[in-house]
């Protein structure tokens, strides 16, 4: 009788101790499988934030899976991705969004910031090879870092989509600039469909981003360019087959100034979707902050490593540095 107690109880244990091990076992390949999933990140700074990989809808203050965020965008004529050029991750998830909309059936047209209208005026609207886009790209629109850019490029080619610029060349702005002489700002702001909040918020925006060097003429200049180039960009939209994914910079698809404005106020179009990727900051975990005190600046924020730790602000004193010694006999 004793025996046969123990025979049980050595059954009871070893079983439990089974269902333990293969709990952990479960435990320990989902942690590889974590840990593996970060190590797909490009970006090497700040990959185990808490952020990273988030989908944040500023609008509902919910948190988005990915299923839920590929099926939002189904639902948009004008999908808006802003990035950082240098973080090499916001263009693969570029990338991702547009294979996303082809698998659900949608024939997206692309258009990128980084094409000026100028020189790509006698390109052909489809590619057949990425490598050859980009070498042109990078012959005709310099001073990108086209690399970056490879995957989607490679989208584009591969799904056979249309693909148009959407800039104004640096020489045709500065020639427009000089045409248009110094217009009152009542004018410019009429003529640009902004308020005078909206102006504020640009210039601030414009001086904050040079650190606080830039002298008043430099600010007017880069406020007019900053406000063309969203119009010219925002123009470059229309006519084209639906739904259109936009390519640019962060600072031109927020919500309150930028091409979004252009569209509702000049276009009178109110089906975009604007994303933000964000690359995280150390310590920072709120996604509220992230917006500038205007929860509505972006639709989604996608959060992303960070491709530098380095201060802007530090890192532009240098330039400046070097600027002046470079200019001292």
Partial sequence: MN????????????KHFLNVLLLMLLVFQGSVTAKQGSMD???PFFQDHKLVGKIWDTHK???LTSKQFDKELLYYDYILLGEAHTNADHHILQAKIINSLVSAGAKPTVVMEMLSQQTWQDQPQTWSKHDELKQLATMLNSGWPWDLYVPILKSITRHQLKLYAGNISSDELHRW?????????????????Y???????LKKNIIDSHCGHANQGFVNFMSRAQ??????MATSLQGKDLPVVFIAGSGHVRNDYAVPMQLRRNYKQTS??????????????DPQAYLQNDSALYDILYFTPSHTNEDPCKKFRKQLKNMHHRQTP
Avoid: P
């Fill in 272 to 285: 975009y979707l604007s994303v933000a990727f964000v690359s995280v900051q150390e310590g920072e975990d």
């Fill in 3 to 14: 025996t046969l107690l123990t025979v049980n109880i050595f059954k009871h244990f070893w």
């Fill in 41 to 43: 990140w490009e970006s």
């Fill in 61 to 63: 203050n919910k948190w």
């Fill in 177 to 193: 600039s000089n045409d248009q002489g110094d217009d009152k700002k009542t004018t410019l702001l009429h003529e640009y469909f």
């Fill in 195 to 201: 308020t005078e909040d909206n102006f504020t918020v």
């Fill in 227 to 232: 406000m063309q180039r969203d119009r010219i």
